[in-house]
């Protein structure tokens, strides 16, 4: 069908998520496209459906922003007429007049009357397009959703939403007023008659209701559960206040509908003005009558008042002084209780922010010490008490010391919680405690975190502490609890292990263990090096749950006594080997063996032959032994007392391989093996593998294909030592062959991951085609999501003996988005880094390949009587000269009659690959100069020569770049390279440096405007174009306002396309974070050092598919960077954007910048 409109596409995608989402047929979706095209006036009969209306968001917003007005209204009455529910049929009335009015807070000045007349005459044009009904279910929706509110708000002390919600219900009834004054009729029995009263500005009505639910609220005791002031005051203090009350206590949703209706009606009124000043100036009869009414209550319920009026969101910090300002005038201020809310809003997270409660305090000691004597919160008492002391206030009025806080608190409805206090306290047993699960509480949060400003050597910390450490549960309160402990604590639970890990009534292994198995938890916040140190401090414990502990914390365990085992007893690290030997995890035994070879300690491996019943520790320890000194003696002794026909025998073959070789000492063995072994490679058909052979030629029998596969099944992450020794007697020919063989049966048997011990042992064995075949295979299956075995893979190609494999690794460390796999490469260079003692950036600049190019920077292709030089330009183009006339040459020509074909063909195909080898040189190499140049790479003077001037193409980026000479990080001076292996400035004068400085790309915000302008003067003069955009690099500050904060949130305005965002990001070395419910993630983190930037915005799927909604950007933050992988980064450790580095900053906006340009 031929559509006259430009923008059909749109149209026909409407229609097709119509298809795809609803039940319609052909004729149906044929319909749709003709009426929202305008191609037929009568709306498609639809059956009422359950659609979802994200399916349809982003096609009916690209309509409306593309301009197809009569089209968008179209399609939504399509959505309206198949939407089955009044729920369903709001979410298209939101399409187009937004979900909820955007209403000031009391400091708020936003123009909200003129966004009532422009929702209004939107709502207007939603009665045109979809009919009266559409007004009725517009109004119901508000009143549902606030009486909804209100019903599941009732009895607890805050409710934010609620507030909101009858604000919003409040504005939404003036809206409809607007559009006409009998709509609100049709709905007033639903609605309360204060709302009412205020919208049709029945003055003496408001009055009436104000002074009946002021009354109320004055006269009836407060409910216990369902009010701030009740919980939060002391009693004494708060009856004081209240005054003479009645007796019948109001029920809690009354209570609560009461202080809501009387605070939102003021914030209402405050909207309709446009600001709290407007209002003030312009109070009316009725406006004074509810300022007068939250007067009165302020006497009575001041905290649920101002947590109302702010819609819980109480200033904490700085910000207190402000909002006292805001609240002048409506509320009198005779107490610090925006001091007393802020406090507890800081100690009701989950991460404390102790720096800005410090600070709240010590700024306002005078208010914080009434905060003390007023507040019910015995922690709140306990941390203000400790805090002034600590300031050299004198508090001896008050309390002698920190255990009398304890006395208010063991009075508590929470049986659990009393018997936790007494047990604190002295006044009950430990049997008792742990027979009610006190841990088990919902209750304990203040309790610890009370008990977390006593001293290490309280008593009451060490009875909290042999609690714990006799706890079983795994109960979910238990674990938030012990998360809260360990938060609370922080660096006092070293202190407290050391303190009484030792102590007679401490299980120490029970809290042990429930450390270690809580280390996989969400609440967690210890790190890596927090739990290394618990090992080092706790050995012998440690040892003793180590078969109960999950495989990831053995393998910490393991790996972390390995690293420091010349701090162990011989007889201890015996120990350690033997249950990583045990292991049942491959991973973890597969450490232990590495360990076990590696160690060479005889009376270890004769140890552990003699005490061991697994026979496969038996054979490693004898075949260990090869490699001691004097081996043959100890092999003759431990026969003389062997009973085992099988060992009898292999202890005899050993014995007798001193006489013979290496390869006929394996030989020997092979001949030994248990067959039984083999069953695990049934999918591997052995007697088809290439043979094995012998440097003489000789081919190996069957037998030692099978030893040397059995062998290496056992190490999946490593090469097996049998292979490793058998490639110093197999020829080189043989061992690739036989490796091509493994890797092509594992592939055709769909690659397990069970089996990917085949990865480390053909790297050792093969040559560039496995190099070539794994590079592919990543590629593979990274794109099939196979990232894990990609990773495997990558890990692989680190074990071979060649350095096109390492820059393969290189190349995919650039080059891949998989998280994963990038990890992996980074690790392998990092291990191959770590052989040869230096950084994996080092490692790096040594793998820069130099394409077949001499010290003079020229290559020559030969066709027999001719010669071409090749050379690279400045530019980072290939130039060609015939070197018989001298003439330039974009390429190389074709052969003539008399050029030697066959060498012209070879030298036509070297230079496909060297244009090839180029492109991704300049590509990778352009990559790490960027991040060089973001992060502040430092060369020393040699490192730097070597890469820069010895490396002809790194020479012609170096030529092209201003580079800078540092102390401790800061600039001293500038030069340029020159094409004659000189030095300048920008004055154009012979710069001399010494050997012995760190040496940088320079950043443009370093320099001066002169410096400068002098750098951009004398590259234009010389024609050089950068490599990189160095000089003309985008700039970017913070803000004076982003200054005093810990989030950027610029870039917020627009829209952009998911992937091509994302792919531009990661193309700039950002991350995405971790996916969560059907891979949808909301992350995309940068690591500059020891700083992670986190990029926020609305989220998308990990996986592309057609009809993606647009993004949009939230906020940027910096934190100190864990180098965890999996690592949450709480908004409460964000970084002040005033201390983060300039470069850092800038470089971080500039990405951004450039993945969201058009």
């Known amino acids: 069908m031929l559509f006259k409109s430009k923008q059909a596409p749109l149209i026909t995608a409407f229609a097709t998520v119509c298809k795809r989402e609803c039940k319609i047929d052909a004729e149906q979706y044929e319909q749709i496209i003709d009426y929202v095209a305008g191609e037929c006036e009568t709306l498609p009969e639809l059956s009422s459906q359950r659609i979802y209306m994200y399916d349809f968001e982003s096609t009916i917003k690209k309509m409306w922003k593309q301009g197809m007005e009569a089209e968008y209204f179209r399609a939504l009455q399509v959505l309206y007429r198949m939407s089955a529910t009044q729920s369903r049929k709001m979410e298209v009335i939101f399409l187009y007049i937004g979900e909820s009015l955007i209403f000031n807070k009391l400091h708020g000045e936003e123009d909200v009357p003129a966004k009532l007349y422009e929702r209004a005459e939107k709502l207007k044009t939603i009665r045109d397009v979809l009919g009266e009904e559409a007004i009725r279910i517009y109004a119901e929706h508000f009143i549902k959703e606030a009486k909804a509110e209100l019903a599941r708000s009732a009895g607890a002390p805050r409710s934010a939403g609620l507030t909101v919600d009858m604000v919003n219900l409040l504005l939404e009834c003036k809206v409809i007023s607007l559009l006409h004054s009998s709509y609100l009729e049709t709905i007033k029995a639903d609605i309360h008659p204060f709302i009412y009263y205020l919208v049709t500005e029945n003055h003496a009505e408001v009055s009436e209701e104000v002074d009946r639910m002021t009354e109320e609220l004055c006269t009836s005791p407060l409910p216990a559960g369902a009010s701030i002031t009740y919980l939060e005051l002391e009693k004494a203090f708060r009856e004081k206040r209240k005054g003479q009350v009645g007796k019948e206590t109001l029920p809690a949703k009354e209570y609560k509908l009461y202080i809501t209706l009387l605070c939102t009606g003021l914030l209402y009124k405050v909207n309709l003005h446009g600001s709290k000043e407007n209002f003030l100036h312009q109070a009316d009869a009725s406006d004074q009558k509810l300022l007068d009414a939250l007067a009165v209550l302020y006497d009575v319920i001041p905290l649920d008042l101002i947590d109302t009026l702010l819609l819980s969101d109480i200033p904490q910090g700085e910000q207190i002084a402000y909002m006292e300002d805001v609240l002048t005038d409506i509320l009198p201020a005779t107490e610090p209780y925006l001091l007393l809310l802020s406090l507890l809003a800081i100690f009701r997270k989950d991460e404390i922010a102790w720096d800005t409660a410090e600070q709240s305090i010590i700024e306002n000691p005078e208010k914080a010490e009434r905060v003390l004597c007023i507040i019910a919160n015995s922690m709140i008492k306990g941390y203000i008490y400790k805090t002034l002391q600590e300031q050299g206030v004198d508090m001896?009025?008050?309390?002698?010391?920190?255990?009398?806080?304890?006395?208010?608190?063991?009075?508590?409805?929470?049986?659990?919680?009393?018997?936790?206090?007494?047990?604190?306290?002295?006044?009950?047993?430990?049997?008792?405690?742990?027979?009610?699960?006190?841990?088990?509480?919902?209750?304990?949060?203040?309790?610890?975190?009370?008990?977390?400003?006593?001293?290490?050597?309280?008593?009451?910390?060490?009875?909290?502490?042999?609690?714990?450490?006799?706890?079983?549960?795994?109960?979910?309160?238990?674990?938030?609890?012990?998360?809260?402990?360990?938060?609370?604590?922080?660096?006092?639970?070293?202190?407290?292990?050391?303190?009484?890990?030792?102590?007679?009534?401490?299980?120490?292994?029970?809290?042990?263990?429930?450390?270690?198995?809580?280390?996989?938890?969400?609440?967690?916040?210890?790190?890596?090096?927090?739990?290394?140190?618990?090992?080092?401090?706790?050995?012998?414990?440690?040892?003793?749950?180590?078969?109960?502990?999950?495989?990831?914390?053995?393998?910490?365990v393991l790996e972390t006594l390995f690293e420091q085992k010349k701090q162990l007893e011989p007889s201890f690290l015996y120990q350690v080997l033997q249950l990583g030997l045990h292991d049942t995890s491959k991973k973890a035994s597969a450490i232990a063996v590495a360990e076990f070879i590696e160690t060479r300690d005889k009376e270890l491996y004769i140890h552990l032959y003699k005490t061991e019943k697994k026979a496969k520790v038996k054979e490693l320890a004898l075949d260990a032994l090869r490699n001691i000194d004097g081996y043959k003696d100890v092999y003759r002794e431990l026969l003389a007392n062997e009973k085992n026909k099988k060992f009898t025998e292999l202890l005899q073959q050993f014995i007798e391989a001193e006489d013979v070789s290496l390869a006929n000492a394996h030989a020997n063995v092979a001949k030994m093996i248990d067959k039984r072994k083999l069953a695990r490679l049934k999918w591997l058909a052995i007697q088809q593998l290439p043979d094995l052979v012998e440097q003489s030629g000789q081919p190996f029998s069957q037998d030692m294909k099978e030893y040397i596969l059995s062998h290496s099944v056992d190490f999946a992450t490593e090469p097996s030592p049998k292979a490793l020794e058998m490639k110093e007697y197999a020829t080189p020919q043989s061992l690739g062959e036989f490796a091509i063989g493994i890797l092509q049966a594992w592939m055709d048997n769909g690659s397990p991951a069970k089996e990917k011990w085949v990865l480390p042992l053909c790297a050792i064995f093969g040559d560039y085609r496995i190099t070539d075949i794994l590079a592919k295979q990543i590629k593979e299956w990274t794109e099939q999501g196979r990232g894990a075995i990609a990773s495997e893979a990558v890990k692989a190609l680190a074990f071979m003996s060649d350095t096109t494999a390492l820059r393969m690794i290189d190349q995919l460390k650039h080059t891949v988005k998989n998280r994963q796999v990038k990890k992996a490469a980074a690790d392998a260079l990092l291990m191959a880094a770590q052989h040869l003692n230096i950084t994996p950036e080092e490692l790096e600049d040594r793998l820069v390949p130099n394409l077949g190019f001499d010290e003079t920077g020229t290559r020559t292709f030969n066709y027999g009587q001719r010669t071409f030089t090749v050379k690279v330009n400045n530019e980072l183009e290939i130039v060609v000269t015939n070197d018989e006339n001298g003439k330039i040459l974009k390429n190389l020509p074709k052969p003539t009659q008399t050029d030697d074909a066959e060498l012209a063909e070879q030298a036509r195909e070297e230079m496909k690959l060297l244009k090839k080898e180029l492109k991704n040189a300049i590509k990778i190499q352009s990559m790490r100069l960027e991040n060089a140049l973001s992060t502040n790479r430092l060369w020393s003077t040699n490192d730097w020569k070597n890469l820069f001037v010895n490396n002809v193409l790194m020479q012609r980026f170096a030529i092209g770049l201003i580079w800078g000479v540092y102390e401790e990080d800061r600039l001293q001076e500038t030069f340029r390279y020159m094409e004659d292996g000189t030095f300048n400035t920008s004055d154009e004068e012979e710069y001399e440096w010494q050997e012995d400085v760190r040496i940088g790309l320079v950043h443009p915000l370093e320099l001066t405007p002169e410096v400068l302008e002098a750098w951009r003067t004398q590259l234009e003069d010389y024609e050089i174009a950068q490599p990189i955009i160095q000089l003309e690099r985008p700039l970017f500050f913070p803000t004076k306002e982003e200054c005093e904060m810990k989030a950027v949130a610029r870039f917020t305005e627009h829209e952009y396309a998911p992937g091509t965002f994302a792919n531009r990001m990661e193309k700039l070395g950002w991350y995405k974070g971790v996916p969560q419910d059907a891979g949808f993630y909301t992350e995309f983190y940068k690591e500059y050092g020891n700083i992670i930037v986190e990029l926020l915005f609305s989220g998308t799927s990990i996986s592309y598919y057609e009809g993606m909604e647009d993004i949009h950007l939230e906020e940027l933050a910096f934190y100190r960077n864990h180098f965890e992988r999996y690592h949450y980064y709480r908004k409460e450790s964000r970084l002040d954007i005033a201390t983060i580095p300039p470069r850092i900053f800038s470089e971080t906006l500039y990405d951004i910048t450039r993945a969201t340009e058009k």
């Open 396 to 556: 001896s009025h008050y309390a002698s010391d920190l255990d009398a806080f304890f006395v208010p608190a063991m009075f508590t409805k929470s049986k659990r919680v009393r018997t936790f206090y007494r047990y604190i306290t002295g006044g009950s047993s430990l049997e008792e405690a742990l027979e009610q699960k006190v841990l088990n509480s919902r209750h304990l949060h203040d309790a610890v975190l009370l008990l977390s400003f006593f001293e290490v050597r309280h008593e009451f910390c060490r009875r909290l502490f042999i609690l714990f450490s006799h706890y079983e549960e795994t109960e979910y309160n238990y674990v938030k609890l012990l998360s809260h402990f360990c938060d609370s604590f922080g660096d006092k639970v070293t202190l407290l292990m050391e303190a009484y890990m030792n102590d007679p009534e401490v299980n120490a292994e029970q809290f042990l263990f429930n450390i270690f198995d809580f280390r996989s938890s969400y609440w967690n916040k210890f790190t890596n090096d927090d739990y290394k140190k618990i090992i080092m401090s706790n050995k012998e414990s440690i040892l003793c749950i180590y078969g109960k502990l999950p495989v990831e914390e053995r393998i910490l």
